[in-house]
């Protein structure tokens, strides 16, 4: 955990958006939340920077909280993520819904039951998480796990911001060359542009979604074996979170993605380990280097209260309060007396 340690998660600044771009080169076809275009994601980071800053106004919808994760000596930023407080609203959000259609002849004795997958519009949608990414060289022993668990301490610190129901977009079954076998089969023949194109221009404008889309349900068993294959399925580099999150509690019930097709998983937010197991104490005591290291638990913990920070390390949960190793202390730039929330950096099995 010494690395992850020396790493920290913090609010989004305008000043870190040229690091935010050279980060967004480094990501693969299909993760349209960190996106390459210069003036888009510094309209994400301007709506990110206005939430974090209107926080206290009730009267606010929050339309986005993107945090980054830094190198604290070098102020390098190697990994991002990101809350949408609720999806919907003017801009509807999309997505299909699987379905079972049972199908019988009482003459012929027969009996089959179809998957079939129905248009969802939804205007007052749940809270979703996303814009995970982390620079290979830092991803194992933990850090990734830290990045894409903080948003849920965000979450159990501020509840009121955020909706009852979670859920996270997973990327699909996309190839190195950015072509998708479900959209190949379906949306191709409806949009006549290929997959990179209409995922990047939903993110300006949604209203060819609406125009565009069949309106009809669609079965699955007509669609071409690879297309039927990708449906709920993730991208290989997208496979650890996905585990990562289904760890958390978060669950593939009956929702696609329209354009590939891949997994939206779901829970409710209090279910998600991290949030509901998760415990606030004060800091009684700070180790240069724990003695009893047994003692210890890896977990993630994050300031209360003030800016806030997350990081992974060593932590010491006592009656009177917490102890946390040096590490930890100085990434969350707090002291004894101050509050931190913390949860196991994995589930106990």
Excluded at 197 to 204: C, E, K, P, V
């Amino acid at each position: 955990m010494s690395q992850a340690a020396q790493l920290v998660v913090r609010p989004v600044q305008i000043d870190d958006l040229t690091q935010l771009n050279e980060l967004a080169q480094l990501t693969a076809t299909g993760l349209t939340t960190l996106p390459r275009d210069a003036a888009l994601m510094e309209k994400r980071v301007r709506q990110s920077v206005r939430s974090f800053s209107q926080m206290d106004d009730d009267s606010v919808q929050h339309e986005l909280f993107l945090f980054v994760m830094e190198e604290k000596q070098s102020k390098q930023i190697v990994g991002t993520c990101g809350i949408v407080p609720k999806v919907g609203g003017f801009k509807p959000f999309y997505a299909y819904q699987i379905r079972t259609d049972i199908h019988k002849s009482e003459t012929l004795q027969l009996h089959y039951e179809h998957q079939v997958l129905y248009l969802l519009r939804e205007h007052d949608g749940p809270t979703e998480i996303g814009s995970l990414f982390l620079r290979s060289d830092y991803r194992g022993g933990g850090v990734g796990r830290v990045l894409s668990l903080c948003r849920f301490l965000f979450m159990a610190n501020y509840p009121e911001l955020f909706e009852s129901e979670v859920i996270a977009e997973m990327r699909g079954v996309i190839d190195a060359q950015g072509n998708s076998p479900f959209w190949e089969a379906l949306g191709h023949h409806f949009f006549g542009i290929d997959f990179p194109n209409a995922d990047m221009l939903s993110l300006y404008n949604k209203e060819f979604i609406e125009k565009l889309m069949p309106r009809h349900p669609i079965y699955v068993a007509l669609l071409p074996a690879a297309a039927q294959a990708s449906i709920g399925a993730v991208h290989e580099l997208t496979a650890p979170a996905r585990r990562l999150l289904e760890s958390e509690g978060l669950r593939l019930r009956d929702l696609v993605d329209i354009f590939e097709a891949g997994p939206i998983l779901q829970c409710k937010r209090a279910e998600i380990r991290a949030i509901r197991d998760s415990r606030v104490g004060v800091i009684v005591e700070i180790l240069e280097t724990p003695a009893v290291l047994g003692a210890f638990r890896k977990c993630i913990a994050t300031t209360v209260g003030t800016t806030f920070r997350a990081a992974g390390g060593l932590l010491l949960q006592r009656e009177d309060g917490v102890v946390v190793e040096r590490a930890l202390a100085d990434a969350l730039e707090v002291q004894i007396g101050d509050s931190v929330r913390y949860v196991d950096l994995r589930a106990e099995i």
